[in-house]
């Protein structure tokens, strides 16, 4: 089961700044992302979504080969394979598009929407469903661009620890 985290940012880049950290570790199998979201609240009090994953250009994609496959076959029956695989492969693109366009895979649009009105003007929120991290050597690395924990789906103690650790340390008096 994966886990949510939702941190947010002083400054409307730095959640794809953080991000693009992530993504790096990713490829260091250090984090395993389900899906990512980037929340910008402009100066001007503008809320954009950045979704990181493009589900109707991946049902695009998936469609047009299926559907390719799919007008080879029924080509090969007329004995036209070529026509068959165009015809099958803009439908496949254009039906894979729309099934794309209409799932919601991941994190809840709707939550995306409703919290990232709460954050202030001039900051961005990141939204992470996280699979598997490895903790120690992930969160040091975003240690330095100040995230704020705003909410997670862990424990209370997890929740604990990971605020504490993304805290700055307290001054000596």
């Keep these: 089961m994966s886990d949510l985290v939702v941190l947010d940012f002083d400054g409307v880049g730095t959640a794809d700044e953080v991000l693009t950290k992530l993504r790096s570790l990713q490829k260091e199998h250090l984090i395993d992302l389900e899906d990512a979201c980037v929340v910008v609240h402009t100066d ?8 990181a994953v493009n589900l109707t250009a991946l049902g695009a994609a998936g469609g047009a080969s299926t559907g390719m496959l799919v007008g080879i076959l029924a080509g090969l029956l007329v004995l036209n394979p070529l026509a068959g695989m165009v015809a099958g492969g803009l439908a496949g693109a254009g039906f894979g598009a729309l099934s794309g366009s209409l799932a919601d895979h991941g994190i809840d649009d709707g939550f995306i929407k409703n919290l990232g009105k709460t954050i202030p003007k001039g900051s961005s929120a990141l939204f992470l469903l996280i699979r598997r991290s490895t903790a120690d050597k992930v969160l040091p690395e975003i240690e330095a661009f100040k995230p704020r924990v705003l909410k997670t789906s862990l424990s209370n ?9 993304l805290s700055p340390p307290a001054k000596a008096a």
């Design 44 to 51: 001007t009090g503008k809320v954009q979504v950045k979704q």
């Design 157 to 165: 103690e997890q929740e604990q620890k990971l605020r504490a650790a």
